[in-house]
């Protein structure tokens, strides 16, 4: 059965009281250093990085980086002095965890032809360093690189040999490598992963893409649609392989959507993934956890825990397309044998409001499906029903932070894992740094 949502009928559920912070921790940063980036683990808490965050040249060497690591109980776990090899402004510097939040990489220059300065940080503060040989990674490189992550084992890269993986017509014939390291040894191997071939008509199917990991395997998909007389047909192929090459899940799914004109393109965003952090970089790099998608217009979520598939996507009706802004969100929730668990639309939207076009689904406890776009949300229960709607906006950290915020104190917000929230306050002046954690 197909339920359906009047988005004008829900009520906004409001929460709590404006200073219901659960921790507090304070550290202390040099004058002239600034917070530069901060990466939430999933239920553990979050890494800090600060330090110059200026523009400098190729030649610009001992620029002072340093990570501090912040648990959920407010307990400062370490700070640790980052090693810069060289500044370059025209690749990433990125930081990630691996699953059980046990070890942080630093990774420099990532995507950069001369290699790649891996630092890896345990919990009891061990510092261990790795770059991948110059010669090697540029062999690696000559296509994209599509994402890095880290299970308790490897620290993994995904890539695509050739580059073509959006080509109309080639990327029938790319080919997804994935070059892992081993977190303890740091030896090094590549694996070209085999997919079966794309079956269906390639300009409307999206070539293999990475959608998240577990300790037994990596899940990626394919996505085909194809307009018809009265909506759209949807195709989806998930599959999980381990980190040998050998597929462990086949799943298919197929579905209609009836009575739609379009389907838009979205951009499925995550403030996290349910193992830590993942950067998915696409040709124009981009931030966090943001995947661009040229496949045929919906987005997948995987359920690493449970073992479902979540897809979704937007759509709009067929009638009045061009003057009919309104638009409609549907999800669907499969088993890992493809057979549909329950489905739900989400109607009237206004699509000239907020970024519409942004779209995530958080994993939250006890198989809540939470759907978020435009500073809206939505929470499905495990079975499928309509739990609570509400605005991200009236959250505990947003309250906080839009009570204290002033012109001398500004927040920096930042979601860790699907339950928790960390607001950052730099003191100019002083150099003082407050870290508070709320509950979403």
Partial sequence: MNFKLIISTLAITLFGVLNAQEKELTIQINEGEAIIDVMGIDGKGAVIKTGENGRYSENTKNVNWKLWYVGLDGRLIWEKPIEKEMVDQRYRNIILSNISGSKIYHIEKLNKPSGNLI??????????????????????????????????????????????????????????????????????????????????????????????????????????????????????????????????????????????????????????????????????????????????????????????????????????????HVRTIFIKKYDLKGKLIWEYDIEGLNAGTGSLLYMGLDLRKNGVARLETSGLYWDFSKDGKPMVTGKREDSLAAKYEKKNNTRERVYRRKDVGAENTVLIQHHDETGQVDVLFFPQ
């Avoid at 620290?155 to 977190?183: A, N, R, V, W």
């Avoid at 379009?262 to 040709?283: C, F, K, P």
């Fill in 119 to 324: 630092q890896q940080i345990s919990l009891n503060g061990e510092v261990k360093k790795h770059t991948i040989n110059a010669t090697k990674w540029k062999s690696l490189s000559t296509g994209n690189l599509k994402t890095v992550f880290a299970n308790d084992s490897n620290l993994c890269f995904i890539l695509s040999k050739y580059g073509k993986e959006t080509h109309p017509k080639k990327k029938e014939e790319e080919e997804l490598m994935l070059y892992k390291i081993d977190q303890s040894t740091f030896s090094e191997k590549k694996i070209n992963l085999k997919f079966p071939k794309l079956k269906t008509e390639l300009k409307n199917t999206s070539f293999w893409s990475y959608d998240t990991h577990d300790e037994r395997g990596i899940y990626f998909s394919s996505v085909f649609s194809e307009k018809t007389d009265d909506g759209f047909t949807i195709k989806v192929n998930v599959i999980k392989k381990d980190y040998y090459n050998s597929t462990l899940n086949d799943v298919q799914i197929s579905f209609n959507r009836k009575n739609v004109e379009r389907l838009n393109s979205v951009r499925a965003t995550s403030s996290h993934t349910n193992n830590g952090v993942s950067y998915i970089v696409n040709d124009d790099i981009l931030s966090v956890n943001e995947q661009l998608l040229p496949r045929s217009k919906c987005a997948v979520k995987i359920d690493t825990k449970n073992n479902f598939i979540y897809v979704f996507g937007l759509e709009q009706l067929k009638s009045n397309v061009r003057e009919n």
